[in-house]
């Protein structure tokens, strides 16, 4: 007879967590593609960490990629239940995945602003949008409304002009999942409030995290069911959170 193997068991290791992958959750207990999960993995000093690229050593727990599940994850005691073992979870755990998604999407824009597919401003933003090269509209979580609203309007006046029935257009999304200091970071400028990314493999991979922190973010309180809240992010606008104004020199 065959040993039952438990779903939410730890991995073997990275390379079973290929693209199209399904493992259980240990927060939920559901089954869900690995691109809808985080893995885990125990550091050198028995400490839980996000292996968000899915590449680090050693055995490793999946846990939905939302900061509920997370926050659950660690305040129950699961990765040492799952890993079998004694592992530290920060409180903060939830927190300091937030902040590496974060730093992925920002890397992300840094990999395309260098390969030249990123424009910042609002003139060249706007100049994209008349010329329908953008294929995402960036606005800094803490700009002014009014920019917003008017390149809003724009991408709006945009996304219309598309040929109907060309399944390979679709609507340009507006994300303002970044500070205005992170744009600023990942572009290598000041006070960037408004960014447009242009056509390119780097572009896709901006979109393809910023589309997994704004899902982290937007989970419904209590998120560890994985369900979320309408995303506005992508195709559409993300809510911005409630900050101090950006200084609008963009």
């Known amino acids: 007879m065959l040993a039952h193997v438990d779903p939410a068991d730890p991995d073997h290791g990275p390379r079973t967590a290929k693209p199209g992958t399904e493992r259980m959750c240990v927060v939920t207990r559901q089954v869900r593609p690995v691109d809808e999960l985080i893995r885990f993995v125990v550091a050198p000093d028995g400490a839980a960490v996000p292996d968000l690229k899915r590449k680090l050593p050693g055995r490793g727990l999946w846990v939905t990629a939302t900061h509920g599940a997370v926050a659950e994850a660690a305040k129950r005691g699961l990765f040492s239940r799952g890993f079998k073992r004694a592992v530290k979870a920060a409180p903060t755990l939830a927190d300091d995945t937030e902040h590496l998604l974060v730093r992925s999407v ?30 995402a509209l960036l606005h800094a979580s803490d700009g002014a409304d009014d920019g917003i609203r008017k390149l809003d309007a724009k991408l709006m006046a945009a996304n219309r002009q598309m040929p109907a029935g060309n399944d390979e257009m679709t609507p340009i999304p507006v994300i303002s999942a970044l500070t205005s200091a992170e744009l600023d970071l990942a572009l290598g400028r000041s006070n960037v409030i408004h960014a447009a990314v242009l056509a ?5 991979t901006f979109l393809s995290r910023s589309q997994v ?38």
């Open 200 to 204: 390119g493999p780097a572009g896709k």
């Open 213 to 250: 922190l704004v899902r982290y973010r937007m989970a419904n309180d209590g998120g560890a069911d994985g369900k979320t809240a309408p995303d506005k992010t992508i195709p559409n606008s993300q809510t911005r959170p409630a900050r101090h104004r950006a200084p609008q020199h963009d």
């Open 106 to 135: 920002v890397e992300a824009l840094a990999m395309g602003a260098k390969a030249g597919l990123v424009v910042a401003g609002f003139g060249k933003v706007e100049d994209a949008l008349d010329r329908h090269q953008a294929v």
